[in-house]
């Protein structure tokens, strides 16, 4: 799916087959759904003794919301099964529950309802809250019920609603995603055709936006503007998304993939797209994924990395610049502890701390002092003791042990976040951090949170999604508005006019 917005810019990648703005490549994402709580286990009605009562509680799909409305339905019923009409009902939950109306009688079914509403948007996702309920006839009731919600926040422009809040265009200030999960969640991350995925604590993936090409992975091609989880896929430990393409990796070390494959980025050995998730071939000991444009990657227990797709500048790093249909071993990079990707370029920190390099290097953005595209990984001059790498459109970052980063590439819009519009083919301080924690990228913009839990955010902003209430890019880094007690910033995945703060 392509964004023509004119306003945007031009990507400095080619990713053949996707039409975007010259310069950058554009990812925004979307979806709302009234938030609701799942029953997790309803307690059988303690009995009257003298009347011989019991009274269940039930809610559609057995949810109820972490902060909203819902109908809850009581029913009060004989030792015969039969209902018993007339009864007034009182419910009573935890604080910031209430109920109405307060006390219903029952119809000539047994039947009560009432709206209960909450009002803890954070509550926990996958965590429990009980409603007490009570005849007037004796009968009594506890019903646990799982909370469902949404622990992240998200930034920036939301095309094909992507960001999966309960709004539409861009926002710039800090929202959060709609209360739609039954399970925390891990991991979010964003492709370039404006679709999402989630990775929930319980191993499920959930998508959301387009899906021109099957990237929601639910068997079908149609667009969808609420999230849902993708059928069939449990046990996933990791996510990564392409421009158009989705990607999984399970605890056993498989890699699955679905979505675009005109390039050969999902790894089966085809080049047909599809619509649920499939093995990528021979992949059987990752630990962990990425992916960039139309290239997939994976970085085995052995500390090799293997890697597939496009290829027409050297994504691969097999020394060509043919397209790989399956996995290759990239024949250099040995001793790999980590992996991340742009758009036409890929990097691995090795067990040393130093970093590799290799792909299109049209602004510096392989780092190795130099505009040359490397078909083979290249040292990464002027960076060492490096904790984690991430990588934007046609930049690079690399956070050290002391806290510090240091950023090379592409610059226009400030990405590099030392100050300046020029672009560099050697790594720069970005100024003013020295105690990062973790580190990411979006489309032309870096992130960083800081020791005391702050984030903080420069680079390209048209859409907001640097999070500082603005549209107005940043040369160094500003703090992100509105955010507390964030752990996560937004995963391997395409570079995305988007961000996610997971709390």
Request: proline residues 4%.
């Amino acid at each position: 799916m392509t964004n023509t917005d004119a306003s945007l810019p031009t990507p400095a990648a080619d990713i053949e087959g996707i039409s975007a703005p010259s310069r950058r490549s554009v990812v925004v994402a979307t979806a709302w759904a009234v938030p609701a709580i799942v029953a997790m286990s309803s307690s059988p009605a303690l009995a009257a003794a003298s009347t011989d009562r019991t009274l269940s509680l039930t809610t559609p799909s057995q949810q109820v919301p972490s902060a909203g409305s819902e109908t809850l339905t009581a029913r009060l019923t004989d030792g015969t099964g039969a209902g018993v009409a007339g009864s007034g009902i009182t419910f009573s939950g935890p604080s910031g529950m209430s109920f109405s109306p307060a006390a219903p009688t029952t119809d000539s079914s047994g039947t009560a309802t009432t709206t209960v509403t909450t009002s803890d948007p954070w509550a926990t996702p996958g965590s429990s809250v009980s409603v007490n309920a009570s005849s007037t006839d004796g009968a009594t009731s506890t019903t646990s019920f799982i909370v469902r919600g949404a622990n992240a926040y998200a930034v920036g422009s939301n095309f094909n609603r992507q960001l999966g809040i309960p709004t539409s265009g861009s926002v710039s200030a800090p929202t959060q995603l709609s209360l739609a999960f039954t399970s925390s969640i891990r991991s979010l991350v964003a492709g370039v055709s404006g679709f999402s995925l989630a990775l929930l604590a319980d191993g499920s993936v959930w998508s959301v936006g387009g899906n021109a090409n099957g990237q929601l992975g639910d068997g079908t091609t149609t667009s969808r503007s609420a999230w849902a989880k993708i059928p069939g896929l449990g046990g996933v430990v990791e996510i990564a998304a392409g421009a158009s393409s989705g990607y999984a990796r399970v605890s056993s070390g498989q890699v699955y993939s679905w979505g675009r494959n005109q390039l050969g980025q999902l790894g089966d050995g085809t080049t047909n797209d599809r619509s649920t998730p499939g093995a990528v071939s021979g992949v059987s000991s990752a630990t962990q994924i990425a992916s960039g444009g139309n290239t997939g990657y994976a970085l085995l227990s052995s500390g090799r990395v293997q890697s597939w797709g496009y290829n027409n500048h050297g994504e691969v790093g097999d020394g060509t610049n043919t397209n790989r249909l399956t996995p290759i071993t990239i024949p250099t990079l040995t001793s790999v502890r980590q992996i991340a990707c742009g758009v036409n370029s890929a990097y691995a920190v090795l067990s040393t701390k130093d970093v590799r390099a290799w792909g299109w290097n049209s602004d510096g953005q392989i780092g190795d002092g130099t505009t040359t595209t490397r078909l083979s990984p290249v040292a990464v001059s002027g960076v060492s003791d490096v904790n984690q790498i991430v990588a934007g459109s046609a930049s690079a970052y690399a956070l050290l042990s002391s806290g510090q980063i240091r950023s090379w590439g592409y610059n226009a819009y400030g990405d590099l976040g030392d100050g300046t519009t020029t672009s560099r083919s050697a790594a720069v301080s970005v100024s003013g951090i020295t105690t990062a924690q973790q580190i990411a990228a979006g489309d032309h913009a870096g992130y960083a949170i800081l020791s005391s839990g702050e984030v903080r955010s420069w680079g390209f902003n048209n859409r907001g999604q640097l999070g500082d209430g603005s549209t107005t890019n940043r040369t160094t880094p500003v703090t992100v508005n509105g955010v507390n007690s964030v752990t996560t910033l937004t995963s391997s995945g395409f570079p995305s006019m988007a961000m996610f703060f997971i709390r």
